[in-house]
Structure formats: structure tokens, C-alpha cells
């Protein structure tokens, strides 16, 4: 199955130079996060996120992010992730894992396993939502690291110093747009975005799954491509850079760039700073 929309400026990730190294301290890190979302200039919200901190079940763990952006017709992205969310949430809250870096990530592996099952399901009980599907990235602080794992274009970068870096790839595809009978001579020229696996199309999703040590003061920012269609890397950077204390005004200052522009997209934004206990 094939997913697409027109875009014509969607940007990729920018060349980076490699972070500082990591900054460590004695003592127990804390995790201080915000995440905010909004539907642009579209009518519906088709992006779900999750926030939590240091949830009783695992004990191991610091800090749970998630962040969807729905892929449908008639608006049943939202639908999908949301269940997305909602079922990577519930594996891995559920866990009695003892935690090791491969318990980790086998753990996440199952996560996304169970969102694409729950979204699929949903999807073939009711066939007005069929080939709805979800990008999906996932974050785990646990034990001075970070997990990653993703699927689809929604991304999530680490900012160290005054360097971001992202640490997912994008999936996804473009080509040239091939006009149908009656569009106007314009569609010709635009980029079509292909997105060949998502979250809940049954397709075995295989996740890119990656862990990465965390000091103080790093920074790990979570969002759909609603901000990064909208934005340049430097200016993520600048922004986090700027309000590096206040995750709350970092989320909301990425926000305004992207509903500032001329047709937004959904954009959702989730920004964690890691500091000393």
C-alpha cells in the first residue's frame, strides 16, 4: 500500500557535525519535558502524542514519549494515531522486564508490533477506516539513555551544546506527481511524498531502533512533519538553544514558526531536557 500527499517543500534533514560529548555527573538525572500540539491550517488533528515521566511501572524508566501523525481518508488518520499511541503505551507500561539495553529494545519492538495490530484491527472492523495508518516514533529515558525507535517521517533529534542532530531517518520517498484527467497543468511540476510502510497496514513493522548515552543539559525534541516542513534545522536549533530552560517556550516558539506558514500543517512538538537530580 502506498500512502501520499503534494508537498513541494518538505525539507530533509540537514548535514550535522558531530555532538560535544556527552556531559555526566555524579547523582540521579531527571527528565523535565512539555509537548504541545495544534492543527495548523487544516480542520482536523491527525497528530497524537504522549508525555509521561517517571510512571511507576518500570521503575527503570525515566520518561516515555510517543508521537503519531495520522495517515487516511476522511479523516481517519487521527483515529489511527491515536490507537497507535494508546497501544505502545499500554506494552510498555505493562512490562515486568528487568532492564538491560536489550531488554530495551525488544520491549519497544513489541510496542510497535502492538500498535500496528491494534490500529489493523480497528481498520478491518470497520471498512470506511481501511488503509488508515500512522508514522510512529517512540523515546525511552532509562538509565542515563536514550531509546529510539521509529517508523515513517515524524522524527526526533538530540541537542547538545549548540549542535542538533537528527537521530532518526526519515522514511519515505519522492516523486515527480503525475496529473490526473482535469488537474491543472501545475500539478505537474510538484514532488509527491510516498510513504511505503506505515503503523496499522499488517505489513510487520520493522522499526529503526537505536540507544544513545544522555548527559545534563542534552536536550531530546520529538515532532511530526508539520514542523519540519515548516522549518529549517538551524532554526529547531535556534529555538531550543534559545530557550533551553524552558521547554515549555522552546514547544510553543516551534509552534508559531510553523502555523506561521501559508497552509500549516498539523504540527505537534514534544521537548525533554535532561538536568541533574
Avoid at 170 to 191: C, F, I, K, Y
Wanted: hydrophobic letters at 40%; one cysteine or more.
Amino acid at each position: 500500500m502506498i500512502g501520499f500527499s503534494f508537498n513541494s517543500g518538505r525539507k530533509e534533514p540537514e548535514a550535522e557535525l558531530p555532538l560535544p560529548p556527552v556531559r555526566q555527573v555524579a547523582g540521579q538525572l531527571t527528565v523535565d519535558a512539555y509537548g504541545i500540539s495544534s492543527t495548523g491550517g487544516r480542520p482536523v488533528n491527525e497528530d497524537s502524542y504522549l508525555c509521561q515521566l517517571n510512571p511507576p511501572v518500570p521503575s527503570w524508566l525515566g520518561a516515555l514519549m510517543i508521537v503519531a501523525d495520522g495517515i487516511g481518508g476522511r479523516g481517519s488518520g487521527h483515529i489511527a494515531s491515536s490507537l497507535a499511541v494508546r497501544a505502545a503505551r499500554d506494552t510498555i507500561l505493562a512490562t515486568d522486564r528487568f532492564y538491560t539495553p536489550s531488554a530495551v529494545c525488544k520491549l519497544l519492538l513489541e510496542a510497535f508490533c502492538a500498535a500496528d495490530r491494534s490500529v489493523y484491527a480497528e481498520s478491518l472492523e470497520n471498512p470506511e477506516l481501511a488503509q488508515m495508518g500512522t508514522t510512529l516514533v517512540i523515546a525511552l529515558v532509562a538509565q542515563r539513555r536514550l531509546f529510539v525507535a521509529s517508523l515513517g517521517d515524524s522524527r526526533l533529534y538530540l541537542h547538545r551544546g549548540r549542535r542538533l542532530v537528527p537521530l532518526t531517518e526519515d522514511d519515505w520517498t519522492r516523486a515527480p506527481a503525475e496529473p490526473g484527467l482535469g488537474d491543472p497543468p501545475s500539478v505537474a511540476g510538484r514532488q509527491v511524498t510516498l510513504v511505503n510502510r506505515a503503523i496499522g497496514w499488517n505489513s510487520d513493522p520493522d522499526p529503526v531502533i537505536t540507544d544513545h548515552e544522555i548527559g545534563v543539559e542534552d536536550i531530546v525534541l520529538l515532532c511530526t512533519d508539520g514542523l519540519t516542513d515548516a522549518a529549517t534545522d538551524r532554526q529547531i536549533e535556534a529555538q531550543l538553544h534559545k530557550n533551553r530552560k524552558r521547554m515549555d517556550m522552546a514547544c510553543r516558539s516551534l509552534l508559531d514558526i510553523a502555523e506561521a506558514q501559508a497552509d500549516s500543517d498539523n504540527v505537534t512538538v514534544i521537548a525533554a531536557r535532561i538536568d541533574r537530580h
